[in-house]
């Protein structure tokens, strides 16, 4: 039988063996005579959709990050722009060196379409030179949809300038995706060569895809962020959180000593000033319950897991934490819940409290839109 360590998954990059069927990396020794070879994994979940979940290192995959830096290449970032910071990868300009970084903000199909993209476009800009990191170029496109891919692949042919070319990114941004359109785009192929999956965690090592030029493009594993709550969602409740199609945003006008629970993942209060409008921005298919400050003790009690869903299992989560945030009534201001979506404020002066499990970020920042 040929060496095992010649074998790679195609779609999620781990090596593969046909010894032990609960192993990652397992497929049967008469699949390594196929022209090309699939894990059993990455097999159930193009053929029949079947999400599990795996071990993760996330130590390994800063490993793997932290090599570019000693290689001479382009550095294709791809972020979620609707969850845009928790999307980041923490030190990224520490583990690139000095190789360029094109910037990809993934998923502009779920903007409504009064968005105003110039202005998005700079925020984009001024967030990563923020973050330390100063992008040669950003590509707002959508994977997904198909729109402004082939921005993206004109983008990096001019400022790869014969090198290789690493995709980084967090878990869930849409990478996967992403690499397989830039591949449809050039090759006009219709199959998917990446395995890609609603759930975090698909790709399980590096993918080199060569190039005409004898160069490379490398998917990189996608960098597990535990700080945001789509992370700790099950695979069979994960479309109910992170949106698959345009926001539509809901509008609550809310007196004080009111609430809304967001499923079961957070609580937003609004404590006290005068009435105002509340703009939400999640996914469609995430129920919002509202009801009075002095009932949502007893509501989250009775019908976490049941009338507050997903998660069905909120004993999976964190405890809830209270964040309190003060606005000052001088500008218009989200207030993000990482991994879930954001509120939308007015110019109004408030006092609101923000539960959310312990370590997801809450955050404020001027309003996106």
Known sequence: MNDMHEFRCEGCGVAIQSEDPKRVGYAPAQALNRESVLCQRCFRIR?????????????????????????????????????????WIPGLHRRIGNNPLLLVANKVDLFPPSTKWGRLREWVYQSARDMGVHPVEVIMC????????????????????????????????????????????????????????????????????????????????GIVRK?????????????????????????????????????????????????????CYLSNR????????????????????????????????????????????RQKQDIVISGLGWVACGKEKATLEVWAPEGIQVTTRPALI
């Open 47 to 87: 053929h029949y959709g079947q999400i599990e979940a795996v071990e993760q290192d996330p130590d390994a995959y800063y490993r793997l990050l932290d090599a570019i830096a000693s290689t001479d290449s382009l550095v294709v970032l791809v972020v979620d722009l609707f969850d845009f910071a928790g999307s």
């Open 227 to 279: 700080d945001r709550v789509s992370e700790w969602v099950e695979p069979k409740e994960l479309k109910l959180v992170v949106p698959q199609s345009t926001l539509k945003p809901k509008v609550y006008q809310l007196n004080e000593e009111q609430t809304l629970f967001f499923g079961g993942f957070a609580r937003f209060d609004f404590v006290r000033g005068p009435k105002q409008p509340f703009v």
């Open 142 to 221: 959508s994977a997904a949809k198909g729109m402004k891919m082939r921005d993206a692949v004109q983008a990096i042919e001019y400022h790869r300038r014969g090198r290789d070319v690493y995709i980084v990114g967090t878990t869930n941004v849409g990478k996967s995706t992403f690499i397989n359109g830039l591949i449809k785009e050039v090759t006009e192929e219709g199959e998917d060569v990446i395995t890609t999956s609603p759930y975090p965690g698909t790709t399980l090592d590096a993918i080199r895809i060569p190039l005409d030029d004898g160069k490379e493009i490398i998917d990189t594993p």
């Open 286 to 329: 995430l129920y919002v319950h509202r009801t009075k400050l002095a009932q949502a003790d007893d509501i989250w009690r009775k019908h976490r897991g049941g009338l507050l869903t997903p998660p069905r299992n909120p004993e999976a989560l964190p405890r809830w934490k209270k964040h309190t945030i003060h606005l000052n009534g």
